[in-house]
């Protein structure tokens, strides 16, 4: 890991919705008979948030205070916020749907020398 690495910060809020597919392949065996938005789903849509709106490919150094409160079932449109705190790269986030807290923490990211898809 080269800690020099930055991302180029977001000094307000970013917010995102997203409603999760019924066909969403994030559902494929988590569970068949019990559908289920899996933790590192959400994890995956915060990252992808920030990603896009700095424009730059990044990849999840840790994680800290993560709380999942919700169960995220298919259908539920979910909405996201994230900021970024005092040390550089370091963002705490809050994903909420239907008006309750469904996940929150804090992640921090650095550039990714590779791109990689998400389900």
Known sequence: MNTGDTVNSL?????GRVCVGDDS?????HFPDD?????IAQIQLVLDLIA?????PLQ???LSRVKFKKIIRPGE???MHATCGNKENLYTFTIMSEGQEAC?????LQPSTTTLQSP
């Open 60 to 62: 999840l150094i840790r």
């Open 77 to 79: 449109i979910l909405d």
């Open 52 to 56: 896009d709106e700095l424009q730059v």
């Open 25 to 29: 392949p994030w559902f494929n065996g």
């Open 35 to 39: 559908p289920i938005f899996p933790g």
């Open 104 to 108: 929150s923490g804090m992640i921090l």
């Open 11 to 15: 000094t307000v809020g970013l917010e």
